[in-house]
């Protein structure tokens, strides 16, 4: 069985820059270890013969086909609209 120790706990939370005292590190490392036992249980089960489940929505593809839609209207007219145009472009006051 795994075995968290308070150095482990202690080192996560430094590398995440968390800061810890004492009490909250033995709390964690008593959680974690918890956590991680009970983990290892499903080590025992048998699943010879199971397939993966990778998709349980049973969708294909859940992306919509590229087509290319022609409302009639070209740049040149879009651009009128603009209050600055400068090389077939929107101008635009510079932002920092």
Known sequence: MTKI???DVL???RLSKI???EDEAAKFTKELDA???Y????????TTG?????????LVNATR???IIDYGVGRDDLLK??????????????VL
Not at 39 to 46: E, M, P
Not at 50 to 58: E, F, I, N, R
Not at 81 to 94: F, H, L, M, S
């Open 39 to 46: 983990v290892q249980q499903l080590d025992a089960v048998d």
């Open 11 to 13: 080192y996560v939370a």
């Open 81 to 94: 609209n603009a209050p600055r145009t400068q090389g077939g472009y929107i101008e635009v006051p510079k």
């Open 5 to 7: 120790t308070t150095d």
């Open 50 to 58: 199971l397939q993966p489940t990778y998709q349980v929505t049973g």
């Open 65 to 67: 086909p590229d087509e």
């Open 35 to 37: 956590i991680l036992g």
């Open 19 to 21: 800061a810890l005292s």
